[in-house]
């Protein structure tokens, strides 16, 4: 299993990125996924989640700025960030959720791929 | 939401040393809690997940526990590599929530 991130930089207040989860080594399309960040030297949080069917849910904090989707013919989950403000400056890190083949969710995460949000 | 309440927020322990930390849940969350370790640059690593059960790869010297809405961490006889910090999360119910974290020191 691997997962790998990209798509990550420094971006000005107000505009938008979208991040990349390139998925490998098990069957990506039966699995829900999470995008969890992280802030500098802060501790971490949960920012979206979409399952198998492309169900999602939201933080509050990223409510109608964020938008999680997936393509399960690329086996590649994304994050679309709109509206970018300096508190969503973190490392952004993809995980896999629980599936039926696996015990319990969040057992494997991508490296992190730091967003930057300033002027 | 659920508030996960976690304590400490950073400790120093010596090799050999026994060492609890705890989170607390402000709502019933069941066993649905997962521990994870982060060591400095690099990604979260599951230890224990749903309260009790450890996870793939990990040293026996941790565990989970849980009484009431307490769960706990222990490692049982602190080796330098557990120098790191500790998360916990739940995951019964949306949002999804972390503790805020504690810093692990080895004196």
């Known amino acids: 299993v691997q997962l790998v991130e990209s798509g990550g930089g420094l971006v000005q207040p107000g505009k938008s990125l979208k991040l990349s989860c390139s998925a490998s080594?098990?069957?990506?399309?039966?699995?829900?996924m999470h995008w969890i960040r992280q802030a500098p030297g802060k501790g971490l949080d949960w920012v979206a989640y979409?399952?198998?069917?492309?169900?999602?849910v939201y933080a509050d904090a990223v409510k109608g700025r964020f938008t999680i989707s997936r393509d399960n013919a690329k086996n590649t989950l994304y994050l679309q960030l709109n509206s970018l403000k300096s508190e969503d400056t973190a490392i952004y890190y993809c995980?896999?959720?629980?599936?039926?083949?696996?015990?319990?969710?969040?057992?494997?995460w991508g490296q992190g791929v730091m967003v930057t949000v300033s002027s | 939401d659920i508030q996960m309440t976690q304590s400490p927020s950073s400790m120093s322990a010596s090799l050999g040393d026994r060492v609890t930390i705890t989170c607390q849940a402000s709502?019933?969350?069941?066993?649905?809690l997962i521990w994870f370790q982060q060591k400095p640059g690099k990604s979260p690593r599951p230890m224990i997940y749903?309260?009790?059960n450890l996870a793939n790869g990990v040293p026996s010297r941790f565990s989970g526990s849980r009484s009431g809405s307490d769960y706990s961490l222990t490692i049982s006889s602190l080796e330098s590599e557990d120098m790191a910090d500790y998360h916990c999360?739940?995951?019964?119910?949306?949002?999804?929530?972390f503790g805020s974290g504690t810093k692990l020191e080895i004196k």
């Open positions: 999360l739940q995951y019964k119910q949306y949002p999804l929530t």
């Open positions: 995980a896999r959720s629980l599936g039926i083949y696996n015990n319990y969710p969040f057992d494997y």
């Open positions: 709502q019933d969350i069941g066993n649905n």
């Open positions: 979409i399952s198998s069917s492309s169900g999602t």
């Open positions: 749903y309260a009790t």
């Open positions: 080594g098990f069957t990506f399309s039966s699995y829900g």
